[in-house]
């Protein structure tokens, strides 16, 4: 089985591209580097023994995208590709809706033209927005997004629920993760963001090894146990087996499939420094500071309904996604580079 991954190349595809050739599924990336190093190759290459097979493009490319599907016998395509930092969404709107939601939109439809209708696409528990309650199932509200990168998260799902409609031959997966986090247990492959981290366990792991003084941890006052924000973290390589159940499971089966990501089980900013400075065997010096606008007291999820039809559930605990990534971080202080 050939899969085209779009943004193969980044945090969460380049974990899947292992995952799927352990699996004997054939990755074939298109990514167009905005976000990725080229090293991540060598780094598939030295974990696999395969070099995928590489487009560097991007997937708004329409004739790229033509290209690839005559030359490739694709039988499904997996969408990573797109812009994922909030705050940037709020800056540059536009930039964001065209990657996000045109960048989809030119796929699907490079996809009809080569008669490849299965497609997994990369969404998030962002859809749900502020959920009256926890766990948050699938069926859930979607739509009161606070964000830019939320809202383009929202209408490609409103895309494509509508292309399925329309043409239900057609299988659509939507997958809605929460929070990955966690790396390749080798070491070798990991999220190296650009910057100033804007996601929790970057931020820790940066602090930890001693590039950043400290971790503003954003608000102590929600009505969580220790006060701090709850989430679902899950390791970045059960998201990937997550993506080979999805594909194996329903992949070829005409629908509409919508699956929460996540492990069902919440923790705290403080139990996620806890857990890292038991990985790292030193203090992860922090403050206390305001909350940051637009973010929630909780957010985890219900894994009833994927690990029902698919047969998939989270098995890596805190303690691997944090030594994990400490095993990362520590070999590779300054990512790709
Ligand atoms: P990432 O930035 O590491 O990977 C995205 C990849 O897509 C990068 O390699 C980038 O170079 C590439 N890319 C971006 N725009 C492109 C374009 N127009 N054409 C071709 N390539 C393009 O991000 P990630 O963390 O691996 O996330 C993958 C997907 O999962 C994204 O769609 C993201 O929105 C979604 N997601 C991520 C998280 C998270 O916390 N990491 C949570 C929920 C959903
Ligand atoms: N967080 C924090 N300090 C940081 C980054 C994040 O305290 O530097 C908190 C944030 O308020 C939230 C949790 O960590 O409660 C997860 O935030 P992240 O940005 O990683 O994910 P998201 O907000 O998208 O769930």
Redesign the pocket.
């Given at each position: 089985m050939k899969v085209l991954v779009?943004?193969?190349?980044?945090?969460?595809?380049?974990?899947t591209c292992v995952q799927m050739i352990e699996a004997g599924i054939t990755p074939v990336i298109?990514?167009?580097?905005?976000?990725?190093k080229r090293e991540?190759l060598n780094r598939i290459k030295n974990l696999t023994q395969t070099t995928p097979v590489f487009y560097e493009?991007?997937?708004?490319?329409e004739t790229l995208l033509d290209r690839v599907f005559s030359e490739q016998k694709i039988d499904s395509v997996v969408?990573?590709?797109?812009?994922?930092a909030v705050g940037e969404s709020v800056a540059k709107p536009l930039e964001y809706y065209d990657?996000?939601v045109n960048?989809s939109l030119v796929l699907a439809r490079a996809m009809r033209k080569a008669g490849v209708k299965s497609l997994v696409?990369?969404?998030?528990?962002?859809v749900y927005g502020d959920p009256a309650s926890v766990p948050i199932t699938e069926s859930f509200p979607t739509g009161a997004t606070t964000n830019p990168?939320g809202r383009?998260?929202y209408m490609v799902e409103e895309c494509l629920r509508d292309l399925f409609y329309a043409e239900p031959d057609w299988s659509i997966t939507l997958?809605?993760?929460?929070?990955?986090?966690g790396a390749h247990p080798s070491g070798s492959m990991g999220?190296?963001?650009q910057g100033i981290p804007n996601?929790l366990m970057p931020f820790i792991a940066q602090v930890a090894v001693g590039r950043r003084d400290h971790l503003s941890v954003f608000g102590d006052d929600y009505a969580t146990p220790d006060g701090t924000g709850v989430r679902d973290y899950i390791h970045?390589m059960d998201l990937a087996d997550g993506h080979i159940a999805a594909i194996r499971g329903v992949g070829n089966k005409a629908g509409l499939h919508i699956y929460n990501l996540g492990t069902g089980q919440g923790s705290s900013v403080l139990d996620m420094v806890n857990a890292f400075t038991a990985a790292c065997g030193h203090d992860v010096p922090y403050q206390i500071c305001p909350r940051r606008p637009g973010d929630i007291a909780e957010c985890w999820a219900s894994t009833a309904k994927v690990e029902a039809d698919l047969g998939w559930k989270a098995t890596r605990t805190v303690e691997q996604m944090t030594a994990d990534t400490w095993n990362w971080q520590s070999k590779n202080p300054n990512g790709y580079e």
């Open positions: 779009t943004g193969g190349m980044g945090y969460i595809g380049s974990h298109i990514d167009n580097l905005c976000n990725a991540v493009g991007d997937v708004r490319d969408h990573f590709a797109g812009l994922k990657n996000n960048g696409f990369s969404s998030s528990a962002t990168y383009s998260k997958l809605r993760y929460f929070n990955p986090v999220e190296d963001p996601n970045v």
